[in-house]
């Protein structure tokens, strides 16, 4: 008989999302742990409790899930969570990461462009791209070959991200621009195909009159779900509407396929013990839906 699907659900925000936990319902986990303000030492006693309480064949109905608001503390749990696994012994379990949804935000935002451009065509610009789910998007659009221009309100900042991806893709086509303001729009914006709005929510990066001063522009996602949005002209719901001769996306058209890709991780854990989902992997899977 097949053991019941548990997910043990890392949190390092101190109450594990909730969101988090009924996306892991829906998706067919039949139990799941949640843990809150889960520091980096606290991991492998967690780890030894998910990889040795079950036989090996048994392992795979055992998975972990890393969640929280802080990307970066995520990555850490992730890092700690693969150092205590015991791979040689068989004793392991998958692993999905996907603090603040940021993976499969990313995935769904790449995936929306790629209904319209072969993205080894994209010249995209990526505003706010410093944050876990710009930086995301940024490191899809350079591994599937794109041309990727990452904005900050600090050059430093910009910078920083691309040298950050470009360890992870070699030769990935980047660079960084400050935006302090709309007289920074235009020549960000030169000769760009595409457009991601990934800054803060409740924040306007792109205006109507710089985005219809673009003419290269063809496809424009919107991340941000809280008014006023990210791009004027794309509405929330916008899932491929053409406004202006620019296909648009809206946080909640995108939304859509973030949650089925959400989903299709969590049961994609279940199917072997040894998978660990990060943004790439994500990706892939997201093309497969
Ligand atoms: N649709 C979905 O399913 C979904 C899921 C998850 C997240 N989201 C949304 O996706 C967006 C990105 O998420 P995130 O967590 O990556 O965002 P974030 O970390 O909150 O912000 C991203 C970047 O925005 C810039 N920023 C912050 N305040 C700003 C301001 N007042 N003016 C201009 N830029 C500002 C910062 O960059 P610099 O300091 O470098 O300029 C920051 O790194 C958010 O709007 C979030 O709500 C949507």
Redesign the pocket.
Known sequence: MSKRKILIQLDSDAHPSVFDRVVAIDAGADEVFSYGGVKPEAVPALVDGAIFTRGIKDLKSTALFIGGSD?TAGERLLQVVLASMQPQSGHRVSVLLDS???N??AA?AVRAVANHLPLNTVRALVL????????RVALLLARQGAEVRV????QS??EAVCEAIRKKVPGARLDGVA?TGPPDLPGALDGRNVVF?????A?T?LPRDARLACPTLRVAVD????EPL?IEGVEMFDRGVEREGVFGYG??G??GT?MKIHRAAIARLFESNDQVLDAEEVYALAQTL
Not at 128 to 135: A, D, I, K, L, S
Not at 197 to 201: E, Q, S, Y
Not at 223 to 226: E, K, S
Request: glycine fraction near 20%; aromatic fraction near 0%; proline fraction near 3%.
């Open positions: 990307v603040n949804g940021a499969t935000t769904a706010g791209g410093t944050g876990p789910v710009g930086q904005s900050s309100r600090q900042r910009a935006m709005a990934a800054g803060a929510r924040v990066l991340l941000n779900a809280v990210g946080a909640l995108v939304g973030k």
